[in-house]
């Protein structure tokens, strides 16, 4: 306790540093969730009203700016952490407003856009409609007592939604948070300008505190889920596939569990004396009922003998013996013959003729 209260006395204001206010906030949900049975538990739970009083009142201004510059997806993210861990906070209703107008922003945009088919943009229109009406019916639902109950009821109907009445249990929890709240009066202002730390007049006084960090709604998120919802409203109006018809698989593709297995082909020799190689299909053989594990090819996987090849006909350069070997028949090819061979080159010395005996190279 005597920790959380040393963060707790050096929490800056909630647009400045957040650190001790963090800090605070993990040690006073640390020793309530140790020492439960602690006398000190109430004044514990009460600061730890306070310290979520201002984590609340930074995630909220960050949320309504991002609002105002029409960044939607950052201003959704940022105050749906706000009203999903911070319950109690003063301004919860200003915060689920602020996530109805970012909705209603969102199909705004889309709205104005020339490039969308009408079909599309006035299905985006309803999807996003109908998110920034959840919006504005949880605050007349949850805070039925807060200070913009009316103009969630008037943007409920200014969008031809129906509104909601709250239950009377809501009405009553509502009735004694606001109750439990000091006013902000001028003084407090005037000292707050001066005062090192935080005001935290306006925090609530019942009520549980939340002990337990839920998971924070980031800004990916949320355009995770726009782009799904794009999505949707482009393959709303397309014909969906039929389930029986069963797409065939390529060439080069692996074969189809959902679809039966083809007989295999089996080579075998043709009746009679023909050169040829015939193709006969062999139907697959009975399952054995008594098989653990059933057969999925042929039984009969004898390969056929191979056929005997022809014979080779009679080489023509080949001199057998006891045969001549075959003259030219013309005399002039034999003389052409001869010719040929002296115009070879040979390693034998030739005779010089005329002038070329003088050279004695």
């Known amino acids: 306790m005597k920790v959380a209260d040393i963060y707790y006395q050096q ?15 993990q040690e006073y949900r640390k020793m309530i969730n140790i020492f439960p049975d602690s006398t000190l538990v109430p004044r514990a739970k009460q600061k730890l009203r306070d310290v979520q009083e201002v984590l609340a009142e930074r995630e909220t201004g960050i949320g309504l700016y991002y609002g105002s510059r029409d960044n939607y997806s950052a201003a959704i993210a940022r105050l749906e952490t706000v009203v999903d861990t911070y319950p109690l906070y003063s301004k919860s209703d200003q915060a689920l407003l602020g996530i109805g107008d970012a909705f209603a922003g969102e199909a705004r945009f889309f709205q104005n856009q020339p490039n969308i088919p009408g079909a599309i943009k006035e299905r985006l229109r309803a999807s996003y409609q109908d998110r920034a009406a959840e919006a504005y019916a949880k605050v007349i639902t949850r805070y039925p007592m807060a200070p913009h109950v009316e103009d969630a009821r008037d943007r409920l109907v200014a969008m031809n939604r129906p509104v909601p009445e ?20 001028f003084t407090n202002k005037t000292l707050g300008i001066a005062k090192h730390g ?20 980031l800004a990916p998120d949320v355009t995770k889920q726009n782009a799904a919802m794009i999505t949707e409203a482009v393959n709303r109006g397309k014909p969906a596939a039929s389930p029986g018809v069963v797409t065939p698989t390529g060439p080069n593709e692996p074969p189809r569990s959902d679809q039966p297995s083809q007989a295999p082909l089996q080579l075998e020799k043709p009746e009679g004396d023909g050169t040829g190689v015939g193709v006969q299909i062999i139907s697959a053989p009975a399952a054995d009922p008594n098989a653990v594990v059933k057969a999925v090819g042929p039984v009969n996987t004898a390969v056929p003998a191979a056929e005997k090849p022809g014979e080779a006909p009679d080489q023509v350069n080949d001199v057998k013996p006891g045969s001549n070997p075959t003259t030219a028949a013309n005399p002039a090819d034999a003389r052409k013959h001869k010719a040929d061979l002296a115009d070879e080159s040979s390693s034998k010395k030739k005779k010089k003729k005329g002038l070329s005996k003088l050279n004695p190279f």
Request: glycine share 2%.
């Open 11 to 25: 929490m800056e204001k909630p647009d400045r540093d957040y650190n001790n206010a963090q800090r605070a906030e």
């Open 166 to 185: 709250p239950t009377d249990a809501a009405v009553a929890e509502n009735d004694a948070e606001q109750k439990s709240r000091e006013p902000l009066r």
């Open 198 to 217: 935080p005001t935290v007049v306006e925090a609530v006084h019942v009520g549980e505190p939340s002990l337990e960090d839920p998971k924070r709604t």
